[in-house]
């Protein structure tokens, strides 16, 4: 997400290098990055690539429309939320309502009034700053700060997609912290809420910055680990589980709290989905948690996987 205090990064496709120019140079005080395009196509490819914050967009195009540049940005699902302002010399009334039912944010004619122009791009960068942080947040969870379970099947949708496209690995591993509620019942929520938030740090110290820490929900926790394979998988497992046993609890210098993993891999099952993955590594927790816990099981090869069948787990 774009801060305050971060350049912005501006898309510019129009056929007209003039305006490629003046735009660059009228703009240069706005703390903006601005690419240019003079077709629709290199447009929509740099749309793709760079994910700029903003799309400035002609209407005339020499080898496809504006609005039907914007249809195609608004049709992707990894550039649909692009803000796009349409700036064309045409003053027809029905071009501008045409580009606002496509999804525009804005509509300036030519020849624009720069100060103008400038205060549209203000605007529209600040509207597309607070989409995306309301968009981040609802997919946060409030107590450890780590991704939340909607996030989570969002990412491992993409990530099941992306591993069956390219052929790559891809793990999953689930933790449940052991006899979660006897901790709760005998610290305290407040405690345990702290257990909770120190168990998310630990996980976030340990992961790559590419892997997914979500909190799946509860005393449960997940971590998509994208380019592993099960046995590596099932080391990162371990010294996620090695580190929360070891941590000392300043509150309760004697108490020891641990966690039961489980671990499953793409290449392990048969149905490659999702929803697969997941019941596995969830049959694999709970084998975990059904052998005495605090320790590491990673699921079998063919896992029958059960999809609609959640495994009941006492804390």
């Excluded at 912005?8 to 490629?20: A, F, G, K, Q």
């Excluded at 903003?54 to 609005?67: N, Y």
């Excluded at 449960?220 to 592993?228: G, S």
């Amino acid at each position: 997400m774009t801060g305050n205090n971060e350049r912005s990064r501006v898309l510019i496709v129009d056929d007209s290098v003039d305006i490629h120019r003046l735009l660059k140079i009228r703009l240069r005080d706005q703390n903006l990055d601005i690419i240019t395009a003079s077709t629709a196509a290199e447009g929509l490819r740099l749309a793709r690539e760079v994910l700029p914050e903003l799309v400035l967009l002609d209407i005339d195009l020499p080898d496809k429309s504006g609005f039907e540049v914007l249809g195609d940005i608004k049709s992707d699902p990894a550039t649909h939320d692009l803000a796009v302002i349409f700036v064309s010399g045409s003053v027809d009334s029905q071009d501008k309502v045409r580009g606002f039912d496509l999804g525009a944010v804005d509509y300036v004619t030519k020849p624009f009034d720069m100060a103008e122009l400038r205060a549209r791009v203000r605007s529209a960068l600040r509207t597309q700053r607070l989409v995306r942080m309301l968009a981040q947040r609802a997919h946060l969870d409030g107590l450890t700060g780590l991704w939340n379970r909607a996030h989570l099947d969002v990412r491992l949708s993409e990530c099941v997609d992306a591993a069956r496209r390219h052929g790559r690995h891809l793990s999953l591993v689930m933790a449940d912290i052991d006899h979660f509620k006897e901790l709760n019942d005998t610290y305290g929520h407040p405690f345990g809420d702290h257990v909770l938030q120190e168990m998310a740090n630990m996980l976030e110290e340990i992961a790559r910055s590419e892997d997914i820490v979500c909190r799946y929900g509860g005393e449960e926790f997940a971590v998509i680990l994208c380019e592993t394979d099960h046995v590596e998988a099932r080391g990162v497992a371990e010294r996620f589980r090695s580190r929360i046993e070891g941590a000392i609890w300043q509150e309760h210098e004697q108490l020891r709290v641990t966690a039961s993993f489980g671990v499953s891999s793409l290449s392990l099952l048969t149905i490659k989905s999702p929803e697969a993955l997941l019941n596995s590594t969830d049959t694999a927790l709970y084998e975990a948690k059904r052998t005495g816990r605090n320790h590491v099981v990673v699921a079998g090869p063919q896992e029958k996987v059960r999809l609609n069948a959640p495994h009941s787990r006492s804390a």
